[in-house]
């Protein structure tokens, strides 16, 4: 590449991460605290978006979106309060296309603007645990697997297999199909809790808890099978 045509490259990268960089600090700042209080009262979160009227189900996705980008924002809160305001399947759908955009939009700057941007996200001993899981032949199974357990943080996968070579389609449909159940179970608990309905409530919630702890708990030794995974030989 030429030399004039290099430094206009890194100029344009270096616009496009702090412009990215930028509207993520504004928003963490601007919405991320009132979100994070509206959603410990889901009552209070219901009417907020029944306020919008027609829009309401848009501003929800549009909150999914943000919590997906602002890796700090609890997911399953969110969709929780979506499934109290719209019920199971509304909830559930809002939530997936939510998700849908937001990963759209990590995993395209993240490729785009590479390891500048995603060390702004993620930690060095994060991005050391999970990178070379996302970047191997079998990248497919582990990324299904971290995608599935409760516990294991979600968001930051994004970040990091916008760096790897596993192509965009694979991903989506890897990282979306695994994730339904969650938004699915989540929404589920918000519906009944709203008409309190709570022995489905406490059931799931018994159920969701025990998962998470198993995966906060078990997260080095999930990694350390993977990673076992990754480097065995497949049978002849």
């Not at 809002?94 to 395209?108: K, N």
Request: net charge positive; proline share 6%; with cysteine.
């Amino acid at each position: 590449m030429p030399e004039k045509q290099k430094k206009a490259y890194l100029l344009t990268h270096g616009i496009l991460l702090i412009a990215f960089l930028g509207l993520v600090v504004y928003a963490s700042i601007k919405f991320a605290p009132g979100i994070t209080r509206l959603m410990s009262h889901p009552e209070d979160f219901k009417k907020f978006l029944a306020s919008y009227g027609p829009v309401s189900a848009l501003i929800y996705i549009l909150i999914i979106i943000i919590h997906v980008i602002i890796v700090v924002i609890p997911g399953e809160i969110v969709q929780i309060a979506g499934g109290y305001a719209f019920g199971t399947a509304l909830g559930t759908l809002y939530a997936f296309i939510g998700t849908c955009l937001g990963t759209l939009i990590v995993f395209f700057a993240a490729r785009l603007l590479g390891y500048a941007l995603v060390k702004s996200f993620v930690s060095p001993k994060k991005l050391e645990k999970f990178e070379s899981l996302v970047d191997s032949p079998k990248s497919k199974i582990a990324l299904f697997v971290l995608f599935l357990i409760p516990g294991i943080p979600k968001d930051t996968l994004v970040y990091i297999s916008g760096m790897s070579p596993i192509k965009p389609l694979k991903f989506f449909l890897i990282s979306l199909l695994a994730r339904f159940p969650g938004l699915l179970g989540s929404a589920y608990i918000g519906a009944n809790l709203q008409k309190k309905n709570y022995l489905p409530v406490w059931i799931l919630s018994g159920i969701a808890l025990a998962l998470f702890a198993f995966g906060i708990l078990n997260e080095k030794k999930i990694i350390d099978k993977l990673r076992r995974l990754r480097h065995s030989r497949p049978r002849r």
